[in-house]
């Protein structure tokens, strides 16, 4: 039986059991000290051990971001855009709650707070984070909680998938308007991402030892799924590659930065008509037109990049229209 007694104007529950480290908790009311000791008698009684919850119930959602940003972020490629992330959440009113008095119906009130103002993407992103964080501290930090609160609360539904294509005569207008900019870099990059389907940082990353034109491959080393890939190049991208060697500045192959080219796409696009476009729309069009030539998922894959070939559904939208005649093959 567990001992409930008043010291020093608190109600203590003390839980020992023979052959187990013996547990005590202070409260306010004798009703919550009883409720505390049954529950970890019960717990013994299934066969379970007196669990230390100290931790947890010390332990903010703030204490833990902190220490996952020390150890657990830095070994992400994301990790800048995540630490960013991360320290705006570290300053919301729920990351002042103990782990241990974290419940779902708390993280269900910040869910629903956020998605005020945010998009559901960016607060999927916040959750995923969240319930990282707290798994990481049960299974590696010590952080005893019966279940992680994230895991029983409803997901916002994830956006759709953009599909913007090119429009007929859209790619024109938007080479010319390279031609019309500043920047000599955007013309080669606009063709490299059409060509190849490579990320815009992938591009950035790359070295003119990374590219072999006798072989026609470009080699990236890591890419934003951890490994490393070789990507063929047509005959438009050797061209394209040709500009950048005339204009080489340094082993890069495209000497600037992704601040630079993000700036200079902005001014572009509007020059060009189309407002709405984003650079990584780029990406989307080249991988719908590898489709389109007749290449299978397994083959866009391997130049794409992309791991499960689930995801090329986001990037393929092929016109009903196009595929008639192959219904009659």
Request: hydrophobic letters at 40%; glycine letters at 6%.
């Given at each position: 039986?567990?001992?409930?007694?008043?010291?020093?104007?608190?109600?203590?529950?003390?839980?020992?059991?023979?052959?187990?480290q013996?547990?005590?908790?202070?409260?306010?009311?004798k009703?919550?000290?009883?409720?505390?000791?049954?529950s970890?008698e019960?717990?013994?009684?299934?066969?379970?051990?007196?669990?230390?919850?100290?931790?947890?119930?010390?332990?903010?959602?703030?204490?833990?971001?902190?220490?996952?940003l020390?150890?657990?972020?830095?070994?992400?490629?994301s990790?800048?855009?995540?630490?960013?992330?991360?320290?705006?959440?570290m300053?919301?009113?729920?990351?002042?709650?103990t782990?241990a008095?974290?419940r779902?119906?708390?993280?269900?009130?910040?869910?629903?707070?956020?998605?005020?103002?945010?998009?559901?993407g960016?607060?999927?992103?916040?959750?995923?984070?969240?319930?990282?964080?707290?798994?990481?501290?049960r299974?590696?930090?010590?952080?005893?909680?019966?279940?992680?609160p994230?895991?029983?609360?409803?997901?916002?539904?994830?956006?759709?998938g953009?599909?913007?294509?090119?429009?007929?005569?859209?790619?024109?207008?938007?080479?010319?308007?390279?031609?019309?900019?500043?920047?000599?870099?955007?013309?080669?990059?606009?063709?490299?991402?059409l060509?190849?389907?490579?990320?815009?940082?992938?591009?950035?990353s790359?070295?003119?030892?990374?590219?072999?034109?006798?072989?026609?491959?470009a080699?990236?080393?890591?890419t934003?799924?951890?490994?490393?890939?070789?990507?063929?190049?047509?005959?438009?991208?050797?061209?394209a590659?040709?500009?950048?060697?005339?204009?080489?500045?340094?082993?890069?192959?495209?000497?600037t930065?992704?601040?630079?080219?993000?700036?200079?796409?902005?001014?572009?696009?509007?020059?060009?008509?189309?407002?709405?476009?984003?650079?990584?729309?780029?990406?989307?069009?080249?991988?719908?037109?590898?489709?389109?030539?007749?290449?299978?998922?397994?083959e866009?894959?391997?130049?794409?990049?992309?791991?499960?070939l689930?995801?090329?559904q986001?990037?393929?939208?092929?016109?009903?229209?196009?595929l008639?005649s192959?219904?009659?093959?």
């Amino acid at each position: 039986m567990a001992t409930i007694r008043k010291l020093r104007g608190r109600w203590q529950a003390q839980v020992r059991r023979k052959g187990l480290q013996p547990r005590a908790k202070s409260f306010d009311s004798k009703s919550d000290a009883e409720q505390w000791a049954r529950s970890l008698e019960a717990e013994v009684d299934r066969g379970g051990m007196l669990a230390d919850t100290r931790l947890a119930e010390r332990m903010t959602v703030r204490d833990l971001f902190d220490r996952y940003l020390k150890e657990v972020t830095p070994l992400k490629r994301s990790a800048k855009v995540e630490t960013y992330r991360i320290k705006a959440m570290m300053e919301r009113p729920i990351a002042f709650r103990t782990l241990a008095m974290l419940r779902p119906e708390h993280i269900a009130s910040y869910r629903d707070e956020r998605l005020k103002v945010i998009g559901t993407g960016t607060m999927l992103k916040e959750l995923n984070s969240l319930a990282h964080a707290i798994e990481v501290g049960r299974r590696e930090w010590g952080v005893n909680l019966p279940q992680n609160p994230c895991r029983l609360v409803r997901r916002p539904k994830a956006p759709r998938g953009r599909d913007r294509r090119l429009s007929t005569g859209e790619e024109l207008k938007l080479l010319e308007a390279a031609d019309a900019g500043r920047s000599p870099w955007m013309r080669p990059l606009i063709v490299l991402a059409l060509e190849t389907a490579m990320r815009q940082g992938e591009m950035l990353s790359l070295h003119w030892n990374d590219i072999d034109t006798e072989k026609r491959l470009a080699h990236l080393d890591l890419t934003k799924n951890g490994e490393s890939r070789d990507v063929p190049l047509s005959r438009r991208a050797l061209g394209a590659l040709k500009e950048l060697t005339d204009m080489k500045g340094d082993d890069r192959v495209v000497p600037t930065t992704k601040s630079a080219v993000n700036q200079a796409w902005l001014h572009l696009r509007v020059r060009a008509g189309s407002p709405d476009l984003r650079f990584h729309d780029l990406r989307h069009e080249a991988v719908t037109r590898l489709l389109e030539r007749g290449l299978n998922v397994i083959e866009v894959s391997t130049i794409s990049g992309h791991k499960e070939l689930r995801m090329l559904q986001r990037y393929s939208h092929l016109k009903a229209a196009d595929l008639v005649s192959r219904l009659d093959s």
